[in-house]
């Protein structure tokens, strides 16, 4: 039964439904509210968060639903409640606003502001009364409301300088060629960052950041410096067997409280697993090295199994609480561990996970033991192998085994929540990842499940403008559309082209590409904002290039102009990449290391990249050869087109108007052919082709690659 009723009954959000009957009288973001505010003479009270926030949740018991804070606030503010992943622009500015305000940001994130919309106070988590210094919504809102009502100059002019500060931080400095001297600084600062012992970069808290992986990955294959691999394969290994990775479920938490990887921040976002299955497939594809590709393959089923809907698309999150405890449904007790399993499997428990009978997971503020267990490895099971003196085959079935027992009784415990929206710039990286990952290890499965998802959005997601809406939930769809939809989005068509060499994922593709290039393109300045023409204006316009948790839109943007330019040979959309990285050149100088996806994406404009023109039929075994020996090496700097010379009775002009074939979208591969009937390649380097090959030794060759 609801006691409280406010205006978020109706929404759609799994976090605003949380609080939809707190007694505080929360307005989704909605010109209603802006305007109570004005006629009120209120301040606005806003509160952004995601429904598996562990903080937001703190926040919320100890004061959303609170009676004596919540009467404070509902006579004070209009109050006003944002899920951040339902609208990421408006997250976007005041993040920006408390970082000018407070020097760093979080969630969840609190702003007070004007009925105008300009802040003029930022924070993250408020307790509900005064502690270590750190003041209290109690005393906070009364202080508030006494500066709004006596001294509101004061607040004006605070407000009006924040905005000056928010308008001068969209403005980019002079454009300047970047050259190769801002790939080493990066690598440097990077290399001078990483944690020898343990892998990773940087302090606690740890975060996997997936595009440090990738950057590294590339400099690797573009300098050749083994320092590069090796950084990429200790974090990679440490990730995979500390605890931030669910050893039972599989799947990655969201970031280590610590420095080991061992204890996690324990929610589980869809973008952390689909950035994670990237970075592990293409650790497999450079080291080949098996680890990877089991973690990348386990992240993938657990995905599938936990976060994919009936219909195809995925789900955002599952939360880190479980019965009002953070953690609670990965926990283990020794007596737990011992109940279920027989006393054999028991010791290989506790001897793998490093399972301690009064617990290894400790109160974070006293240190003291608590008696649970997070399961977490030290060594790899080949390593344990050689300690137990026993064989390794042998110990992963007893390993299976045990898992198999515990998973079965985790899943009787009270269950994790779900945000169960769907997002299109999220399941565009689950469906770049699965049509990488389906194509690296020949697993047609995969591949038909990003199929599935790209039907779903298409059919959900896609108006009749073929403009994306943001989010779906419950048949209904956002009215919003973002710079990270329609780039992520083309990212995985663009995969899914090259695992299933279907043309309709080229000319999907590039109908969202000239989406961008007509509404969120910036002709005066290049670049892309993160709104469309057409979209609200909050504020101002923003730009976002900073890689953080996830690629920034123009990031991801700028990579796909690259590889369509090359898939098509539209070199105008080369252009619009060399005008982009133009625009945030000054920006990128100061601070390299917080744009790693799009300095990645630049290592492969300066040294050998490959068009690679594959012709044949898609399944004789000579083109299996092929494709298999492309794809189990790593080739970031080459595009891979395949021409069908199985066109039956079509002549070369019918061929070249067929949407379906590969010469209506790439006119260069017309006058390709086959040599001797066999499947032939063709190798464009630096705009310059080479002599048609049909034997793999002097494929490896060309490419300079070994293992042939």
Partial sequence: ???????????????????????????????????????????????????????????????????????????????????????????????KACQVLTGSGGWPLTIIMTPEKIPFFAGTYIPKSTRFGRIGMLELIPRINDLWNNQRDTIINSAEEVNRLLQRSTAFGNEQNLNEDIIEIAYTRLKNGFDEQHGGFGQAPKFPSPHNIMFLLRYWQHKGNSKALEMVEKTLTSISLGGIHDHLGHGFHRYSTDDTWKVPHFEKMLYDQAMLIIAYTEAYQATGNSLFK???????????????????????????????????????????????????????????????????????????????????????????????????????????KICEKLYKERVKRIPLLKDDKILADWNGLMIAALAKAGAVFENKRYEETAIKAVDFMINKMLDNQNKLKHWYKDEKVSINDFLSDYSYVIWGLLELYESTFDTVYIEKALVLNEILLEYFWDDDNGGFYETPEYGEEILFRQKELYDGALPSGNSIAFYNLLRLSRLTGRHEYEDKADKLIRTFSSMISRTPTGFLFLLGTFILTMGQTYEIVITGELESEHTKKVLRFLRGSFLPNAVVVFKNVNTGEKSEEKVAKDKGSIEFWAPYTKDLKLLEDKTTVYICENNKCKFPITNLSELAEVLDLKGV
């Avoid at 949740?57 to 109050?79: D, K, Y």
């Fill in 1 to 95: 039964m609801i006691k409280h009723k406010n205006h978020l009954l109706g929404e759609k959000s799994p976090y605003l439904l949380q609080h939809a009957d707190n007694p505080v009288d929360w307005y989704p973001w909605c010109e209603e509210a802006f305007n109570k505010a004005s006629e009120e003479d209120k301040p606005v009270f806003l509160s952004i968060g995601y429904s598996t926030c562990h903080w937001c949740h703190v926040m919320a018991h100890e004061s959303f639903e609170n009676e004596q804070v919540a009467e404070l606030m509902n006579n004070t503010f209009v109050s006003i409640k944002v899920d951040r992943e339902e609208r990421p622009d408006v997250d976007s500015v005041y993040m």
């Fill in 294 to 400: 089991e973690t990348a393959i386990e992240t993938i089923e657990y995905v599938i199994r936990n976060m994919m809907a009936a219909k195809g698309g995925f789900y955002s999150a599952e939360d880190a609480d479980s019965d009002g405890e953070e953690g609670k449904f990965y926990f283990w007790s020794s007596q737990e561990i011992n109940d279920l399993l027989t006393n054999e499997e028991a010791k290989i428990a506790a001897y793998i996970f490093n399972i301690e009978e009064d617990g290894n997971y400790n109160e974070e503020a006293t240190g003291k033991k608590t008696g649970k267990n997070i399961l977490y490895f030290k060594k790899t099971l080949k390593e344990y192998a050689r300690e137990l003196g026993m064989d390794v085959v042998m110990l992963e079935e007893k390993y299976n």
